[in-house]
Nanobody
Framework: QVQLVESGGDSVQAGRSLTLSCTVS????????MGWFRQGPGKEREGVSA???????GYTDSVQGRFVISRDMNKNTLFLQMNSLKPEDTAMYYC???????????????????????????WGQGTQVTVSS
């Protein structure tokens, strides 16, 4: 059984950095496309970033150039380094895993968890990030 556990969420001031972690069990992360999604107060869940099995990455426009997704195969852990945080980054951040992303999963499919391939994802419970101005 695949399980995802997020950690690293915190309350920080705008402009600071924070790194989220997602520890994976039940499958090697190199055999999955891994993604980060977030859901802000009163908003729908949206994709943030993803990394496919071959290492290809995708980012939503609002975090491009500020966030970096990475993975540690030895620790079977996914990371999201978030720099230059803004109040609008405040959200619950979720880790997700699917079999394969391809161009769709790293691009347009990243916009929504109900879009292919993320509609078939396994999800973590989330970690809260709060950014104050």
């Amino acid at each position: 059984q695949v399980q995802l556990v997020e950690s690293g969420g915190d309350s920080v001031q705008a402009g600071r950095s924070l790194t989220l972690s997602c520890t994976v069990s039940g499958v090697e992360i190199g055999l999955r496309c891994m993604g980060w999604f977030r859901q802000g107060p009163g908003k729908e869940r949206e994709g943030v970033s993803a990394i496919d099995r071959d290492g290809a990455t995708g980012y939503t426009d609002s975090v491009q150039g500020r966030f970096v997704i990475s993975r540690d195969m030895n620790k079977n852990t996914l990371f999201l380094q978030m720099n230059s945080l803004k109040p609008e980054d405040t959200a619950m951040y979720y880790c997700a895993a699917v079999s394969l992303c391809g161009e769709v999963g790293l691009g347009n499919g990243l916009r929504s968890p109900s879009a292919f391939p993320w509609t078939f994802a396994t999800w973590g419970q989330g970690t809260q990030v709060t950014v104050s101005s």
